[in-house]
């Protein structure tokens, strides 16, 4: 994982195995909503195994570029590895969006971790390992969740709201309609 300065620029790299704990350092990190030709938006329930808010709702996929992996090149390979489908017409919607949130465990997340959309370009076969369960939902129910504080991961009950505000393609503005 990328380690990153408190201005978000990169100071070294770490073991993603070790980076997360109770003093997570500052990293960068990413987020994608994947929508499909219905205008519809895939919520995924992240698998029990996984180490930071296992069993939670959040958005469609997340991950961490590597050491000089393009984000967006990240984006499409943890596209691949979390659902075991293609991406297309991917654009970073957020930029600058980052959070920091502690899980009830104690452990932090604390990254720098721009906001992606894209529409899925194949079938879902997702990794048991990443995902336990999948929904496909129109916009307005995501903004109910984010609204309602339902158990969605802190990072997308954040960002729900700015992507609301933001200049989102074509395709995903149908959604939000």
């Given amino acids: 994982m990328v380690l990153l300065d408190d201005a978000g620029r990169a100071i070294g790299s770490a073991d993603k195995a070790t980076v997360h704990h109770s003093h997570t350092p500052f990293h960068l990190g990413f ?7 219905h205008g519809r938006v895939l919520l995924t329930r992240r698998a029990l195994t996984k180490h930071t808010w296992p069993g939670v709702w959040t958005n469609s996929f997340c991950g961490h570029p590597g050491p000089h992996e393009p984000t967006v090149d990240a984006v499409h390979r943890r596209a691949g590895q979390e ?3 293609a991406v297309r017409d991917v654009h970073c919607i957020l930029p600058e969006f980052r959070y ?3 899980a009830a465990d104690g452990t932090v997340e604390n990254e720098l971790c721009p906001v992606f959309c894209a529409l899925i370009d194949g079938p879902l ?11 496909w939902v129109h916009w307005p129910e995501i903004r109910m969740a984010a609204e ?3 158990a969605i991961s802190p990072w997308a009950q954040t960002q729900v709201p700015l992507l609301d505000a933001a200049d989102l393609p074509s395709w995903a503005r149908r959604s939000a309609a």
């Fill in 31 to 37: 987020s994608c909503y994947l929508f499909d030709e």
């Fill in 148 to 150: 309602l504080d339902w």
């Fill in 125 to 135: 076969r997702v990794a048991a390992e990443e995902v336990m369960d999948t929904a």
């Fill in 100 to 102: 920091r949130a502690t």
């Fill in 83 to 85: 659902l075991g489908t």
